[in-house]
């Protein structure tokens, strides 16, 4: 399988650390899901396919972390794609941050995605079969996580078992 590219935050293990023991009291529930394991929870802000980046691509993306300044998220519930995904959702505004990302990608010649950015972080997928998630989104309804503040930009690559960064950039400190 060819490793895909995409750009991500990453949350601190602090920050999911409530997350992660409540999604771990639910994996019995649901054994029909893929359930991803907490060290590969990530954000991401664009997707970028199966690429290796160019120079462009890399300039811009240094570009965009040095104009957004560093801002606070924290994890705020559950949510779901139909009844294939099932997600955390994040309390803070990351949009502004990701619609800089897909612009960069887009201009430096990559095929992005066009649909809208939801700040999510995917907690487990449907194999074959669908799986009704709304109990499972209920259950995780009250999930709060400790803000914290977002501070980079990754480049990162697909790899089992962990994600692979190539590149990181800061983002800006708030004056």
């Known amino acids: 399988?060819?490793?895909?590219?995409?750009?991500?935050?990453?949350?601190?293990?602090?920050?999911?650390?409530?997350?992660?023991?409540?999604?771990?009291?639910?994996?019995?529930?649901?054994?029909?899901?893929?359930?991803?394991?907490?060290?590969?929870?990530?954000?991401?802000?664009?997707f970028l396919g199966p690429h290796e980046p160019d120079d462009e691509l890399l300039s811009r993306l240094a570009r965009v972390a040095g104009r957004h300044e560093q801002t606070a998220i924290h994890v705020a519930g559950a949510g779901r794609f139909g009844d294939r995904v099932l997600f955390a959702k994040l309390a803070g505004d990351l949009k502004p941050l990701a619609n800089g990302v897909t612009r960069a990608a887009d201009r430096a010649g990559y095929r992005v995605e066009d649909r809208p950015f939801r700040a999510h972080l995917t907690l487990a997928r449907g194999r074959r079969t669908r799986i009704d998630l709304r109990p499972l989104v209920a259950a995780l309804a009250d999930v709060r996580g400790p803000e914290w503040t977002v501070d980079e930009l990754r480049l990162m690559r697909s790899a089992q078992p962990d994600y692979e960064t190539l590149e990181r950039w800061p983002l800006k400190t708030p004056d």
């Open 1 to 46: 399988m060819t490793p895909l590219l995409f750009v991500a935050i990453v949350p601190p293990p602090v920050a999911i650390g409530t997350l992660a023991a409540a999604v771990e009291e639910l994996r019995a529930e649901a054994p029909g899901l893929g359930w991803v394991a907490a060290k590969r929870w990530h954000v991401t802000l664009c």
